[in-house]
């Protein structure tokens, strides 16, 4: 049975204290109030078109990760375990896993996809994964800033509108 990792708390670039916990069965209804309270161009740029609502049953599959193949990470604040950003990964196969986040408009431009991508690539390393693939709109400037910024290596591949991203996460250059 694998370990599920231990929370780690972290101090945003407005010097606001946060929490990145693993998301557990019991945040179903939390995660459904996040993803309530994104604009419907952050839904846009995550799952690619504006996804008002999770319904019941996606909510379910997006709480319930095992931390080897999937996993997940929520952001909360020190004083309770409401959700205000998410980040996770799901296998594509044995050694490469596709990466994903969203972080509610407001908290936006604070250093917090650093953090999860920081919190993933440790996780999946410990699970055997070398690679951490992802797939973004080309319009989404933050996200692939931050995989370029990353000490990744990252390759980026764009077809049309969007941009195919690879990471080499074996080892890093120690920038980032």
Do not use: W
Request: proline share 5%.
């Amino acid at each position: 049975m694998i370990q599920v990792p231990p929370e780690t708390v972290h101090v945003l670039r407005d010097g606001r204290t946060i929490r990145i916990r693993p998301i557990t069965p019991a945040d179903l209804e939390r995660l459904r109030a996040f993803h309530d309270r994104l604009s419907l161009n952050t839904t846009r740029l995550r799952f690619f078109t504006p996804l008002k609502h999770l319904t019941l049953s996606f909510a379910e599959h997006l709480c319930n990760v095992d931390f080897d193949r999937r996993c997940a990470f929520v952001l909360s604040l020190p004083e309770n375990d409401d959700i205000h950003g998410v980040g996770r990964y799901e296998a594509e196969s044995p050694t490469s896993a596709e990466v994903a986040f969203v972080v509610e408009d407001v908290s936006q431009g604070l250093g917090i996809g650093p953090i999860l991508l920081e919190r993933l690539v440790t996780q999946a390393r410990a699970r055997g994964f070398t690679r951490l693939t992802a797939v973004v709109l080309c319009e989404n400037h933050s996200m692939l800033t931050l995989f370029r910024d990353s000490p990744y290596h990252a390759e980026v591949h764009i077809e049309r509108e969007q941009a195919f991203v690879k990471l080499d996460i074996r080892t890093s250059s120690g920038a980032g």
